[in-house]
């Protein structure tokens, strides 16, 4: 029965405590008893951050459950809202843009084009929003009993990922109905773009849920990124339009490296893309986009995790 | 500290200092102003909970941190159980730790009596299959046996406490923390935790408590820390640090 995650050491602390040199080492290996010597000695709070989520996964199970139970507590649709509200969002979009600006006669079935971006793009804001105010938002918690507090983060994907699948129920439905005939590629392309999202959004949750413990103002920031995020990919116009302003250059390429705009590229190619005549252009050098915006997401990834560890022990007393 | 008859530590504290710096203000326009005037320090203050502290507790030991308040008892409690890192020194525990200190803190009011035991054992480290094990005997220790089905937020502060405390006892810690257990509960249902301490105890647990009833300490424990704006002034036979901290306290 050991929590033991490897002997790990944080800013010099812990790994002291076995150092031949201390005062209680003598104890020689004959008196350790039987049932104990599975233990060994680390700094308590010092764990295997993302991996400990792993081990725990049962605990982020009912972590997510409580989430959700505690969202639609007293509601009498509940989880219909998660139906209800990206329905409405693609209503307004899809008569404002499709009709009154005439994109549907731009854009060949256009309502699946612009939900396949606004899924993505739903799935990104809730799960970064909320990672976001995870740590603030579980301060009892966070503040009286160790937990491996990436758990917080993780749980606010998880569950923004129970909201992304009815979307994607709904959006398979249309594109059902305009005649989808995806490849198995073209699918397997969606399950990868999705999966670089949710590595992006939790790193990004990682970054700013601990900063935001400092400092309130970065939940504002993140609001603030979100909106703008939100039209800096082509969810309502097309890429081409991008590129026609921005040219061949590298703000192109700028452009290109974000993995939300290349996520919404993959879906669009997933959803959208099997239900035209198959005219439409794609992005040249779509694979290394894709590769680099994955590449993106695993090193934010990789930040988070490094400034989410630099905060961890600072959380209890800054809440 | 060489009198103890242990096999082997279970908590290793080395020289642990722990400060805390309260911001007076973090608005942008004041920092500016008193930066610009060289008044700096008057944005924060330190502060500093510990100081210097060394300790080793080993196992099947029973300890008793001894202090007034803001001696710096509560801190280490909690860096011992990793809410907090130590800005000095190193702080090494082997084996998980959990306890009774802040009982209630994981349970959610729109969540039953039931879902609230599983949550709060996942939290306190016992795996899926042990909370199962455990649940039957939980319920009983708790006395909520008809109300475990329903939302914790419809409960009385009494019973609420009773199912928290009901569940940090059943875990099963190497090291087991305690932080005021007295200040719940009816008289019979504090006889039942302290049962269950003392079980704990001769199971062979180290135990930390943290408790002001000097009576209640000197029962379960041999030996008391007594700590005093975060230094360690005593550690040795619980007779004398209770002596020693009445004496401190008349004087």
Known sequence: ?319 | MGQRQLDQDRIRIDRVSKHFTLRHTRAVKEIVVKGLQGRRKELSEQFTALRDVSLTVGEGEAIALLGRNGSGKSTLLKLISGVMGADEGSIAVRGNVAGLIDVGAGFHPDLTGRENIFLNGAILGMSEAKIHQEFDRIVAFSEIEEFIDTEVKFYSSGMFLRLAFAVAVHTDPDIFLVDEILAVGDEPFQHKCLDRIRELRDEGKCLVIVSHDLDMVSKFTERGIVLERGRMIHDGPIGEAVALLRQRSEG
């Open chain 1, 1 to 319: 029965m050991v929590v033991s995650s490897g002997p790990r050491q944080t800013g010099g602390h812990g790994g002291r405590g076995a150092s031949p040199s201390h005062p209680t080492a003598h104890l020689d290996k004959a008196h350790i008893t039987p049932m104990s010597d599975t233990a060994i000695f680390q700094a308590p709070g010092s764990g295997g951050g993302l991996l400990d989520v792993f081990r725990r996964r049962y605990l982020l199970r009912l972590l997510v459950h409580k989430e959700l139970k505690a969202r639609y507590h007293g509601s009498v649709l509940g989880m219909l809202w998660s139906y209800i509200k990206p329905a409405v969002q693609f209503g307004v979009f899809y008569f404002v843009i499709g009709v009154f600006f005439k994109m549907n006669n731009a854009v060949d079935s256009y309502a699946v084009y612009l939900f396949s971006g606004i899924i993505a793009m739903n799935f990104f804001s809730e799960a970064f929003g909320n990672a976001t105010r995870s740590i603030t938002g579980n301060w009892a918690l966070v503040k009286k009993i160790y937990l491996p507090r990436e758990l917080f983060p993780v749980a606010s994907v998880f569950v923004s990922f129970t909201h992304f699948i009815p979307q994607v129920l709904v959006l398979i439905v249309g594109c059902l109905v305009t005649g989808w005939h995806p490849t198995i590629w073209q699918l397997a392309a969606g399950v990868g773009g999705f999966l670089v999202l949710a590595v992006f959004a939790l790193g990004l949750g990682l970054i700013f849920g601990a900063l935001n413990v400092v400092f309130r103002d970065f939940e504002n920031v993140v609001d603030l990124i979100l909106m703008v995020a939100t039209w800096g990919s082509p969810v309502i116009y097309t890429w081409t339009a991008v590129r026609d302003a921005l040219g061949d250059g590298p703000l192109w390429w700028f452009y290109q490296c974000n993995p939300l705009t290349n996520v919404v590229e993959i879906f669009h190619w997933t959803f959208w893309y099997p239900t035209t005549d198959g005219q439409a252009p794609m992005p040249t050098q779509m694979p290394t986009f894709v590769a680099i915006a994955a590449g993106v997401s695993v090193v934010v990834l990789g930040i988070g995790q490094l400034v989410f560890r630099r905060f961890d022990g600072r959380f209890a007393q800054e809440l």
